[in-house]
């Protein structure tokens, strides 16, 4: 309960600060201290604008978020106990959250030093901190700051070295005028200058075991010359005693350095590679049978090579290998490849075997190392594509008018409730006292403030949160497994265990001002309707903004509109015909069963949201037929109900079955019976049929435990591991560029199917459109359907950076959420697009539109104009 307070405090009162500037009343530092040999701090340091505050790490997770640090890599390093905290910190009841909390005032930096014990000191630290900040009036919605620290273990003081990378910075390396060290423990505070390249590669695995010797570990990096020349730089760090032989040994005695390059059709060698270390020339007794001179480079300086090019084709790859032979003063090992790949153009070939989270593979890296997914073919016909076929707008209004709809039922479910219903006689008396015309007119100010209140209620969330973070909200699976349980939460109010309410002193300063009488006064008194029924409309409130997360940035503003027109219309209706209030049945016992009925049909809702996380994050634990079975048991429960088999505390005793309480009962019983057909299979498809009226709601019908997916062809799948069975049993690719090669291999156009796990519209269309013969053959047969999940959790090999704002793409989903913005500028899912297996626009993209005939029109008419031209 305390968790929902806090959550409505913060929205009623944000609505005081509206702003249309960001705000950022914290400033983030990250920096390290050298505690021991191997023993550093990291220290995180934020500056905190006046009237603002910070919340510590161990504060309760019942009010405010507290800060956390989330290390996505730490290979190389041990974290040495909890993290301690410095600052102005103040502790106990908080008036905005209602509950104790630990903060930190603006007066003093608040400072978080973590302890790492350092094992490997060539692997970085990286991962982001994530902070809330409030004022007196307003919260800010939590921030992700990322960080990477290269921590360097020494002896001495004078050899230490640190390395940071903050968030407002791609790469730092230290020189003597940025470090500042002095003494042991002391900070080191690093410059955010740029001054080489970002791109580093390093040869050690970091480990260690007494049979495997690795006496020399390679960097490679690449340093901008100028718009077009780069310097690469191979640096080899020598363990004492051991040397390795220059690229211009003579042949007949140690294998030479030499550098491979197998990928360099964009790139021009500028001169010769230059050598510098600790080199001697001349005799060596090891090798005195096989040559008389012997050039190489020992231990005590770094060996590197650099080696000046010019990048004729930024689109073209530079890789290659780099082999090396070492040696000490009794034995030798044998020659070495490492392999390197400086990041321009497409990488080649992958060695994961997933086909899917493979990083950058086939993805265009520029020369500072970010990811540019644009494809200028694409982006040239997306504008004006090669036929008229589709829709030149890729969006639908008609998933706004549904949540116009939903939040109209969820309005008029609240007025039924005994929280609302006996306030509509009581208000319109009240209304009524005066003339005919003032009281027609009361009426309708009144129901036009509800309407005023619960729109700004969605125009916060929408400012507060931005149509990215909704989207995006609506997907993790954090946020669905939190609204499974508040989703409970609220059906176990609605069963009358226990009650929802807002704090009493806001519904008696309201009721104050109501007394005013006017405008104002008319005002107050809808403002005291919408705080003391809370307890009946705030999970119904509660509920429709959740669904109003998928509706983009005018989600809650629609979906708030329907719920308060719905609840304001009866009173100004009754203010203008008074003479209606007789027809109302009376206040009593049916209230109730209302709100036990929305209690069941809260559970059933609660699933949805378990599924959708469970969906994103591959979890496994609630397939289709566990869906289905859950929805008809709460089908059967409701009926049992309703029945009179099953009562809750506040009922009262049901001596005699009602007319509209059997038909509802009745209607129940019937649904679950609906339902139940949804276990039976479709012999074309081998899987179930989808139900009309869960499409969308329940997890994919692919989605089973029992029936098995289609065969995929072995010999594609070896070569394209993404290849597999999708909707339907339908063949298809989840990467693009595996299903672009192999369009490419049997000349068939590209059908692209943006889409999400999370995302009903999207099952809508596979389950009612994608189901038809022809429209499957067509998808199966005729094109190469390749279908991107814009909400997959899976990570990627590695986290890379797109031009795009400078984004983090760390999961498949962002990675293709990515490719959808920056080629199509849309965010929105479904997305249908056909193309030709050269990347250029057949048809105008499609979204979500329902109707099996025009859906196999715009296939026909993309497919007529690949087979023509």
């Known amino acids: 309960m305390k968790i929902l307070q806090s959550f409505l405090v913060l929205l009623m009162i944000a609505s005081t600060s509206l702003t249309a500037q960001i705000l950022e009343p914290v400033k983030w530092k990250f920096s390290t201290e050298e505690v021991s040999n191997n023993e550093h701090n990291l220290v995180f340091t934020a500056s905190i604008d006046k009237g603002w505050t910070v919340y510590s790490q161990f504060t309760s997770d019942d009010g405010p978020v507290p800060t956390l640090l989330t290390y996505e890599s730490k290979d190389g390093a041990e974290l040495v106990g909890k993290g301690v905290e410095t600052g102005h910190k103040k502790e106990g009841l908080d008036k905005l959250f209602d509950v104790n909390v630990i903060k930190f005032l603006a007066d003093e930096k608040f400072v978080i030093k973590q302890k790492v014990e350092v094992s490997d000191d060539s692997k970085a630290i990286s991962g982001y901190l994530t902070f809330m900040t409030c004022n007196d009036k307003t919260c800010l919605p939590p921030t992700d700051i990322d960080f990477t620290f290269i921590l360097k273990n020494s002896v001495t003081e004078s050899d230490s070295t640190t390395s940071l990378?903050?968030?407002?910075?791609?790469?730092?390396?230290?020189?003597?005028?940025?470090?500042?060290?002095?003494?042991?423990?002391?900070?080191?505070?690093?410059?955010?200058?740029?001054?080489?390249?970002?791109?580093?590669?390093?040869?050690?695995?970091?480990?260690?075991?007494?049979?495997?010797?690795?006496?020399?570990?390679?960097?490679?990096?690449?340093?901008?010359?100028?718009?077009?020349?780069?310097?690469?730089?191979?640096?080899?760090?020598?363990?004492?005693?051991?040397?390795?032989?220059?690229?211009?040994?003579?042949?007949?005695?140690?294998?030479?350095?030499?550098?491979?390059?197998?990928?360099?059709?964009?790139?021009?060698?500028?001169g010769k590679a230059v050598e510098s270390g600790n080199r001697k020339e001349g005799f060596d007794k090891m090798w005195k049978d096989e040559v008389d001179n012997v050039i190489k480079f020992k231990s005590g300086e770094d060996y590197i090579i650099t080696q000046k090019v010019k990048i004729t084709d930024p689109s073209k790859p530079l890789t290659g290998y780099l082999t090396f032979m070492t040696c000490n003063d009794i034995t030798c090992l044998p020659p070495t490849d490492i392999d390197f790949d400086f990041g321009f153009g497409a990488v080649a070939n992958s060695t994961n075997t997933s086909g899917v989270a493979s990083g950058i593979v086939g993805m265009k890296v520029n020369a500072d190392g970010k990811v540019d997914q644009r494809i200028a073919t694409i982006v040239e016909t997306y504008k004006t594509p090669l036929s008229d076929c589709g829709q030149t707008e890729g969006a639908n209004d008609s998933s706004l008018i549904w949540l116009l709809i939903a939040g109209m039922l969820g309005g008029f479910a609240a007025l039924l409730t005994p929280c609302v219903f006996p306030m509509i006689p009581i208000t319109v008396s009240f209304f009524t006292k005066d003339t005919k015309r003032k009281g027609w007119m009361n009426g309708l100010i009144y129901g036009a403030s509800i309407i005023v209140i619960y729109v700004v209620l969605g125009l916060i969330i929408t400012i507060t949160l931005g149509p990215e973070a909704l989207q995006a909200l609506s997907t993790n699976w954090i946020a669905n497994t939190a609204f499974f349980l508040i989703f409970l939460f609220f059906a176990g109010s609605f069963f009358g265990y226990y009650e929802l309410t807002l704090p009493s002193s806001w519904s008696t300063k309201s009721d104050r001002m109501a007394d005013k009488g006017g405008l104002i006064g008319i005002f107050f008194m809808a403002a005291t309707l919408a705080l003391v029924s809370f307890s009946c409309t705030g999970p119904i409130?509660?509920?429709?903004?959740?669904?109003?997360?998928?509706?983009?940035?005018?989600?809650?503003?629609?979906?708030?509109?329907?719920?308060?027109?719905?609840?304001?219309?009866?009173?100004?209706?009754?203010?203008?015909?008074?003479?209606?209030?007789?027809?109302l049945p009376r206040s009593g016992g049916w209230m109730n069963s209302v709100k036990v009925v929305l209690g069941f049909l809260e559970v059933g809702f609660a699933f949805k949201f378990l599924s959708t996380a469970d969906l994103t994050q591959h979890w496994g634990i609630l397939k289709y037929e566990t869906f289905m079975f859950i929805l008809v048991t709460v089908c059967l429960l409701i009926a049992a109900y309703l029945f009179g088999f099953i009562s809750f505390p506040h009922d009262?005793?049901?001596?005699?079955?009602?007319?509209?309480r059997k038909t509802l009962a009745t209607a129940f019983t019937a649904l679950a019976i609906y339902l139940g057909f949804g276990f039976s299979v479709n012999q074309d498809t081998g899987i179930y049929n989808s139900l009309w009226l869960t499409s969308g709601f329940s997890p994919p019908v692919m989605y089973n435990m029992f029936l098995e997916k289609g065969k995929v062809d072995p010999e594609i799948k070896e070569r394209y591991p993404s290849f597999t069975k999708c909707a339907n049993n339908i063949d298809c690719f989840k990467d693009y560029y595996e299903g672009l090669a192999y369009a490419k291999e049997v000349n068939k156009?590209?059908?692209?199917?943006?889409?999400?796990?999370?995302?009903?519209?999207?099952?809508?269309?596979?389950?009612?459109?994608?189901?038809?013969?022809?429209?499957?053959?067509?998808?199966?047969?005729?094109?190469?359907?390749?279908?991107?999940?814009?909400?997959?959790?899976?990570?990627?090999?590695?986290?890379?950076?797109?031009?795009?704002?400078?984004?983090?793409?760390?999961?498949?989903?962002?990675?293709?959420?990515?490719?959808?913005?920056?080629?199509?500028?849309?965010?929105?899912?479904?997305?249908?697009?056909?193309?030709?297996?050269?990347?250029?626009?057949?048809?105008?993209?499609?979204?979500?539109?329902?109707?099996?005939?025009?859906?196999?029109?715009?296939?026909?008419?993309?497919?007529?104009?690949?087979?023509?031209?």
């Open 165 to 270: 990378v903050s968030s407002n910075s791609v790469a730092t390396v230290p020189n003597d005028d940025q470090r500042k060290v002095s003494g042991q423990g002391k900070n080191k505070e690093v410059s955010e200058n740029l001054s080489i390249s970002t791109f580093t590669m390093d040869s050690s695995d970091g480990q260690e075991s007494s049979g495997f010797l690795e006496p020399v570990k390679w960097k490679m990096d690449k340093k901008k010359l100028s718009e077009d020349e780069f310097e690469l730089t191979y640096t080899g760090s020598i363990d004492k005693g051991w040397a390795v032989y220059s690229l211009y040994m003579e042949e007949g005695g140690p294998v030479p350095t030499t550098i491979t390059y197998e990928n360099a059709e964009g790139t021009e060698l500028i």
């Open 541 to 583: 409130v509660g509920s429709a903004l959740v669904a109003a997360a998928k509706g983009g940035f005018v989600g809650p503003l629609v979906v708030m509109f329907g719920f308060s027109f719905a609840l304001a219309l009866p009173f100004g209706l009754f203010a203008a015909f008074p003479s209606w209030l007789n027809s």
């Open 749 to 869: 156009p590209v059908f692209l199917d943006f889409t999400g796990h999370g995302c009903q519209n999207c099952r809508r269309t596979e389950d009612n459109i994608w189901v038809d013969d022809k429209v499957r053959t067509t998808l199966n047969d005729d094109v190469v359907l390749v279908s991107l999940y814009t909400d997959d959790k899976e990570k990627l090999e590695q986290t890379i950076v797109s031009v795009r704002k400078d984004t983090k793409l760390r999961n498949v989903g962002n990675k293709w959420a990515d490719f959808q913005v920056v080629n199509f500028a849309q965010n929105s899912q479904p997305l249908y697009i056909m193309m030709t297996n050269n990347e250029k626009v057949i048809t105008h993209p499609r979204g979500y539109e329902g109707g099996i005939k025009s859906y196999q029109e715009y296939l026909d008419c993309g497919l007529d104009y690949y087979k023509k031209k």
């Open 652 to 660: 009262s005793p049901v001596k005699k079955l009602s007319i509209p």
